[in-house]
């Protein structure tokens, strides 16, 4: 399975920009997928989640209501949908994906539980 991230720019605070993940050699159905975020020198942080079923997604506190993930099992994409973005969203994002049966809940918001990783794409928010 392989996850090539796209979208990542520089954008001005309060306008939009849309991150778009593509998954290859795999059953796109099959797989839960997040988004995280990594600054220089920190851990990568959980952003956004969606289920495999898209029955439920999940958000960061400090993202909810300003960003928006889902996904296009027919063209094997996930996106992240970043509205009024702010300086403090400057990060590399990541796209990631998990097949797997998960024991226990909230498994999701830790990027040691998934086993696919994209290369990351830079979004800077920046007047």
């Known amino acids: 399975v392989q996850l090539q991230a796209s979208g990542g720019g520089l954008v001005q605070p309060g306008d939009s920009l849309r991150l778009s993940c593509q998954l290859s050699g795999g059953t796109f159905e099959s797989y839960g997928m997040g988004w995280f975020r990594q600054y220089p020198g920190k851990e990568r942080e959980f952003v956004a989640f969606?289920?495999?079923?898209?029955?439920?997604?999940y958000y960061a506190d400090s993202v909810k209501g300003r960003f928006t993930i889902f996904r296009n099992n027919a063209n094997n994409k996930m996106y992240l949908q970043m509205n009024s973005p702010r300086p403090e969203d400057t990060a590399l994002y990541y796209c990631a994906a998990d097949g797997r049966l998960h024991s226990y809940s909230g498994w999701y918001l830790r990027s040691e539980e998934y086993n696919h990783w994209g290369q990351g794409t830079q979004v800077t928010v920046s007047s």
């Open positions: 969606i289920r495999r079923d898209e029955t439920k997604t």
